[in-house]
């Protein structure tokens, strides 16, 4: 008897996982599916992403369903479109010895109309987002009030996606007497609640220690200035030739840039987010899927739905403001088993918030340097020379060798493969030979301050910048200006901010100095320096002028301003 008969599985079943080539349950499966075979019960199971649920809830479903009777007796919400076609899929294959019984997906971006004519066919079990099947239930297009099953799938998502209306709404259209059966990687408040108000004493099952990261998951971060994020990035993937990664940013707007700029300095990369037409979206999941896409950058909503296996590498390009979300990230690698990397790449501001996280999923970080150019060119090396052994021989390229062994003829092969070598590595050779060190010391100073003895290290900081009303500036627009180049600063970490004619004050805390400094050392603007530096006036006003590195022009000149708004005129000197 095998381990998956031991838990209770019909013949019907067992034939579709042999098929499958599942050997053993995994634990959740396990736990949960001789509980729901053998009870009537509400159920709440916390297992992390990759662990399996999706059979831990369809292999019982499918087996408690009567599909000799057409009506719909078990309704699955699951947060997107990918998870719910994934989830359908899934389930067509648990049942394909079971005769009779049919699953039909039901989501946004599709034809309605179609979808409806699918359950009126005879749907036994529906899978569904919230959204389209709160349409369908006001369209009257389904039935769902002799369910016997209903399934929140990934609830945690679904509610951090802003179901939770939806959700209540959809079951309150379900009779009472159902079971439900709620799932998800991570428990926080909002699903507690939702087990407490429409679910009578569930089972509890936890696999893993809650909250936890998947064990498999190996977490990393890089400390760089905040604007070295792209250059770190571009040195990570040039560490690991062999990458498959989802990269994540905070905005689509990032998501974009980064993406483009990745692509035209020539990796295969793609961007996924809420911008793309559900078109876009498929055909990129669809080269990634084919790993034709290395490194597919994306939004955390627009991720939610990836469940591809074999993600080399997570890149946190900037962490999530939500700490949980941290969790959905670094669950997309390391699944079935594999063994994965999370890594992000962080400024110095950030440190507190891997305080945070550790907590949170109970595993320490691996503080690492971003590799330096070195060490960079000898992978890309080694990576060469093994592509080059591994190479299938293409036989087309027999017809053209008689003339290419004329052309080399007089190389002798240690020569030969410098040469071979070298036409490849130049790429890496030559971009890399002047590059920086990117990392950042945790604790000391940036050494290129100068002055850096000054810096506060906790409190609030006052900065002297060299533009003011003249230049176009308001107290508004001027935080808008620091925001758009300081990406760490949030709309309330600059505060204080006092415009004067041709320079201005501000404050921020401490934390943010370093980067601030760094950011504005040698920073051009319309050719012109923007200088920030330290007020040695903490209380504002009145003000120090021209000291230290305004690169011998006189930035607070009467006759200045450049014009961020209004242009004022060509010839300014500064
Ligand atoms: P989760 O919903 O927990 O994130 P899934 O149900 O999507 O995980 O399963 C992750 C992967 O593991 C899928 O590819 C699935 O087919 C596979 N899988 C599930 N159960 C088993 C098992 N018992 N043995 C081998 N592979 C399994
Ligand atoms: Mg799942």
Known sequence: MNKFEQLGLGEELLSAIEDMGFETPSEVQEKAIPI???NDTDMVAL????TGKTAAFGFPLIQKIDSGDKTTQGLILSPTRELCLQITNELKNYAKYVKGLRVVAIYGGASITEQAKEVKRGAQIIVATPGRMQDMINRNMVNISHIDYCILDEADEMLNMGFYEDISSILSHTPSE???????ATMPREVASIAKKFMSHPEEITVGTKNSGTDTVQHEYYLVNGRDRYLALKRLADANPDIFSVVFCRTKRDTQSVAEKLIEDGY????????????QRDMVMKSFRNRQIQMLVATDVAARGIDVDDITHVINYQLPDEV???????????RAGKSGISMVILAKSELRKIKAIEKIIKKQFDAKKVPGSMEICEIQLYHLANKIKNTEINEEVNHYLPAINDVLRDIDRDELIKKMVSVEFGRFFNYYKNAKDLNVNAGSQRERNQGAADIPQEGSVRYFINIGERDGYDWRTLKDFLRANVEELGRDDIYRVDVKDSFSFFNTDAAFTDIILGIFTDFKMDGRFVNIEISQNPGGGGGRRNRGRNRGKSFSSDRGGFGKKGKKGKNRKW
């Open 36 to 38: 729901l075979l053998a």
């Open 178 to 184: 159902k079971n439900t059966w709620l799932f998800s």
């Open 47 to 50: 297992a992390q992403t990759g």
């Open 268 to 279: 295969n990369a793609a961007a996924l987010h809420g911008d793309l037409s559900q078109n």
């Open 324 to 334: 949980e979300t941290y969790n959905h990230r670094s669950g997309r690698t390391g």
